[in-house]
């Protein structure tokens, strides 16, 4: 049983243009969010994180907005550059992000074509 | 500040071998969690340690073993190596576990023929 799943593998986006990755999680325990950044040979990179007191949180071009109610994350990039190809994982903790077990998606591809 | 190390980067064992792999965490970094990563399954949680201490495990059968030594390097183990525990394991480190804090290494790559 899959509780964060992000149900597109891949996402192709023009340069400049908005990218909208998604995810949806099960467990109503989850309490805190991140986004993490993959390029291959590399280990996952932190991008943004959201608690879920809050329902958006903005880090420069990126934006995560927390729908509770329908148990959904988006990550917003606003505007996508070539250099933003990558696996994107959308990560859920039941801890507050305060214990090193993050349940993570199964990524999605992202190509930003110039 | 140097970045958490993964050792070896590569590794190719047979089938019923066990195998050992090593995490060095960033300086100061007291919990260090163990992920594998396959196509199928994308990135699956093994276990953390914090303070030498295992503190949280994931789903993973009893032949996936950790352990952390005082300064806080992690080394995990495999037994019995299975063709499907041919994966990308990563390892991550940070002050208190978690979050935003939580660094990645580059990981090892396990290939078991």
């Known amino acids: 049983d899959q509780q964060v799943k992000q149900n597109s593998p891949s996402l192709s986006v023009q340069e400049g243009r908005i990218s909208i990755l998604n995810c949806d999680y099960t467990?109503?325990?989850?309490?805190?969010f991140l986004w993490y950044k993959k390029y291959p040979a590399e280990g996952p990179t932190f991008l943004i994180s959201i608690s879920s007191i809050k329902d958006k949180n903005e880090d420069g071009r990126f934006t995560v907005f927390l729908n509770k109610s329908a148990k959904h994350l988006s990550l917003h990039i606003v505007p996508s550059q070539p250099g933003d190809s990558a696996v994107y994982f959308c990560?859920?903790?039941?801890?507050?992000?305060?214990?090193?077990?993050?349940?993570f998606g199964k990524g999605t591809k992202l190509s930003v074509k110039p | 500040k140097a970045g958490v190390t993964q050792t070896p980067r590569y590794l190719i064992k047979t089938r019923g071998q066990q195998v050992t792999l090593s995490c060095s965490p960033i300086s100061g970094h007291r919990s260090v969690s163990w992920y594998q990563q396959t196509p199928g399954q994308g990135l699956q949680f093994l276990f953390e340690?914090?303070?030498?201490?295992?503190?949280n495990k994931g789903n993973f059968p009893g032949r996936f073993s950790g352990r952390q030594f005082s300064n806080s390097r992690s080394e995990m183990n495999v037994s019995t190596l299975e063709l499907g525990d041919s994966a990308l394991y990563l390892c991550?480190?940070?002050?208190?576990?978690?979050?935003?804090?939580?660094?990645f290494g580059p990981g090892t790559r396990l290939t078991v023929t």
């Open positions: 991550a480190s940070s002050f208190s576990g978690g979050g935003p804090e939580q660094y």
């Open positions: 990560a859920a903790s039941a801890y507050g992000g305060s214990q090193g077990n993050l349940i």
């Open positions: 467990n109503s325990m989850f309490d805190y």
């Open positions: 340690y914090f303070s030498e201490t295992q503190r």
